[in-house]
């Protein structure tokens, strides 16, 4: 179990809350609080629960939790980045992800070296929204992105594997979240959507052609995180009424 404190990041024991390690935010002189106007704070643990990645708008770091040292870091300040979105492990525990305004950093777990840099590049060959989310496919294979649209690279090679979404896409202000289905045959999105469409809060679409398959319709708000099982589907949600 985690715990974000603004300046600090604590771990604890599940079955009885004990404290076991307390990991501390790089700060700057400029920063009231560690980001304190970043809305997008990620807590993700890897795989095999032995690494802890902590983004926020500014920064990225993962720490090693078994020798309770920081073994990356970057920051947009040095990197030149715009802002950091999102945070991600791949289930094979090979690869990091670290989204940031308009391309997804690939890291090898190996060295943390960047081996990859995938572009938020449309079909026309322009570039898109600001990246939302990422997410790897079940077998490690493949990464999502959500921008305006939905994005899928091959992780062997970089290359563009599928681009689908809404026509036109300023129907949607952002793809804020997505997740695979565990056989990874399907992708489900949550959105933030233009008054001009009819409100869906979910959507889930073929990976392998782009089709919407289902959508969870009635809501007209703000999603920002999606769960899926195999049998299930979570949204955190209100209803407009």
Known sequence: MDRYYGDQVQIYLVNDLTLLQTFFIHKYENDYKFDSNAINNEIEFSPDGSLLAFLT????????????????FRDRYSTGYFSFQDIIFSPDGKYFALATYDEVLLYSMEGWSLINTLKNIGIEGSTRGPLESVAFSPDGRYLAAGSDYIITWQISDGQLDHYFGYEPPQYVFGFTDLAWSKDGKSITTTANLSVLVNAQSAIIWDATNGTVTRSLEGFMAEHRSITVSYTHLTLPTKRIV
């Open 57 to 72: 708008k500014n920064q990225a770091i993962v720490w090693n939790l078994g020798e309770s040292s920081e073994v990356f």
